[in-house]
Structures are given as structure tokens and as C-alpha cells.
Nanobody
Framework: QVQLVESGGGLVQAGDSLRLSCVAS????????MGWFRQVPGKEREFVTT????????YYADSVKGRFTISRDNAKNTVYLQMNNLKPEDSAVYYC???????????????????WGQGTQVTVSS
């Protein structure tokens, strides 16, 4: 069972940057892709971005396109989320997730991801 640990959250001002990291305890052939989601209290978990573990296209939510970049370091079993030009509406708990592809559904659906990290808080002040 893969375990995910996020880090890098914090309190920043609008326009600042942050880089989140997600370290996977192990990456086997069962990991097809990794994703980042975010959630604010009272709202559903929202898709941010996803990246295939072994190459392929990345996808972004429209709200972060052009500002956020997902990347991976296979040697370190780590996925990164570089967030630039942060806005107050980006404030949320950010979760890293892994999917095997066994659950059929779109890449932006949280239900298609089997493993989740504990989350890291990002707060952007105006």
C-alpha cells in the first residue's frame, strides 16, 4: 500500500509562490498517475492537476492553468506542485493522491484515486 506525505504549505501573500511536495513510500506498477486536489471547508474536494507516473500528458483545472505546474522526480518518488502568482481563492488544504487506473472514471474525479495524503494547508492573504 502506497503512503503519501505532503509538505510545503504555509501562509503567503497574494502574488507569492509556494512549492508543495508529495513523497510516496513506494511506487510500484500499481501507480498509474498522481494528482493534486484541494478542499475548503464546506465544499467538495476540487481537482487541481494530474501527471502520469511514467510519462504522458498533464492536465490542469482552468482556475490554475498558467500559474501552477506539476512535475515528478521518479528517482525520489516525489511529485511537486509549483504554485506561482497565488491568489486568496487558492487558499485550501491541498491533497496529494495516487491512482492505479483500476477505478474507471475521469482523471479529475477524486473517487478514481485510491490513496491520499494527509493534506497540507495553503493560505493566501490579500
Amino acid at each position: 500500500q502506497v503512503q503519501l506525505v505532503e509538505s510545503g504549505g504555509g501562509l503567503v501573500q497574494a502574488g507569492d509562490s509556494l512549492r508543495l511536495s508529495c513523497v510516496a513510500s513506494e511506487v510500484t506498477f500499481s501507480v498509474y498517475a498522481m494528482g493534486w486536489f484541494r478542499q475548503v471547508p464546506g465544499k467538495e474536494r476540487e481537482f487541481v492537476t494530474t501527471i502520469p507516473w511514467r510519462g504522458g500528458s498533464t492536465y490542469y483545472a482552468d482556475s490554475v492553468k498558467g500559474r501552477f505546474t506539476i512535475s515528478r522526480d521518479n528517482a525520489k518518488n516525489t511529485v511537486y506542485l509549483q504554485m506561482n502568482n497565488l491568489k486568496p481563492e487558492d487558499s485550501a488544504v491541498y491533497y496529494c493522491a495516487a491512482r492505479s487506473g483500476r477505478i474507471i472514471g475521469p482523471y479529475y474525479a477524486p473517487a478514481t484515486y485510491e490513496t491520499w495524503g494527509q493534506g497540507t494547508q495553503v493560505t493566501v492573504s490579500s
